[in-house]
């Protein structure tokens, strides 16, 4: 397996996958796996092109080839991803974070509430519930989730990145309101319908947990409900609900938290021009 350089392990990855991603995909995918490996930096890796990789250097590198080929996500197969300027550690038992939920946390900390007490229900890896506290140290932040190995890796990153975090398995649609107060609650519940599946790629659909993923057909608001519900027990007056949501359902979402009370109820698009996200205020 020796004699082969980062550039041409790159060109073969390029024929290796060509069926299976775009080539601009295939070229991010090398880069990453590249870096992860060799541990180097976008720019001294452009610098090392003609070098040599050594023999387990690459063993492990055609590894990882042969998972992306399986459509096994990149960020599971390093074992990490960046979100909002910091690296979670993730695994098949959360979903990977996403841009459009860096844009979630953008609006938030934007509207600079700071709030006393937040919220993050359905947290996955923490990655929302870890970023606010980031930015929002004075912030008691509390971060639920049904999945007790969703929970350990979310209080796993929070160690790691030196920020606390309260994290309780809670299901939040059999949850009994407590005493418990908060100024505002943020939520990436399920919500991608049965339907949608169709439409998914194949390294989502068949590997990121599904619990975490789909909502009935018949009822695709049901996480939203029950939360904006919870919301009008447990948020202050005043208080300040964010969704992430299903493109398709903005309206439904609209009328279901106006009928629900909400007011200053606002619907905005990712960087895609999808609508992605909601937020509510508690009259």
Not at 22 to 37: A, D, N, V
Not at 100 to 111: P, R, S
Not at 251 to 277: A, F, H, P, V
Request: glycine share 4%; proline share 4%.
């Amino acid at each position: 397996m020796s004699g082969t350089t980062i550039q041409q392990f790159t060109s073969n990855l390029l024929i290796e996958l060509k069926n299976e991603y775009p080539e601009y995909e295939i070229r991010q995918m090398s880069k990453l796996i590249l870096q992860h490996i060799l541990q180097v930096s976008n720019t001294q890796l452009l610098m090392m092109s003609q070098e040599l990789l050594k023999d387990e250097q690459l063993k492990r590198l055609l590894e990882y080839a042969k998972q992306l080929k399986e459509h096994i996500p990149l960020q599971y197969i390093v074992g990490s991803t960046e979100f909002y300027g910091l690296e979670f550690k993730v695994n098949p038992s959360v979903l990977i974070p996403r841009p459009e939920t860096e844009e979630l946390v953008d609006w938030i900390l934007k509207d600079k509430l700071a709030p006393e007490n937040l919220l993050d229900i359905g947290t996955g890896s923490g990655c929302i519930a870890i970023s606010l506290k980031a930015n929002l140290p004075n912030t008691k932040v509390t971060a639920w989730d049904i999945s007790d190995k969703a929970l350990e890796t979310a209080q796993n990153n929070a160690t790691q990145l030196g920020h606390a975090v309260h994290f309780a398995q809670v299901d939040v649609l059999t949850h009994q309101a407590d005493e418990a107060m908060y100024d505002c609650i943020v939520s990436n519940p399920p919500y991608v319908r049965e339907l949608d599946k169709e439409m998914m790629a194949p390294n989502v659909l068949d590997n990121e947990p599904h619990t975490a993923l789909f909502v009935s057909d018949h009822d695709p608001l049901i996480f939203y409900r029950t939360i904006a519900q919870l919301g009008q027990t447990t948020l202050k007056s005043n208080g300040h609900l964010y969704f992430e949501i299903n493109e398709y359902l903005a309206k439904d979402m609209t009328d279901m938290l106006s009928q629900l009370g909400y007011s200053n109820i606002e619907c905005r698009k990712d960087i895609n021009g999808k609508d992605r996200m909601m937020k509510a205020v508690k009259s």
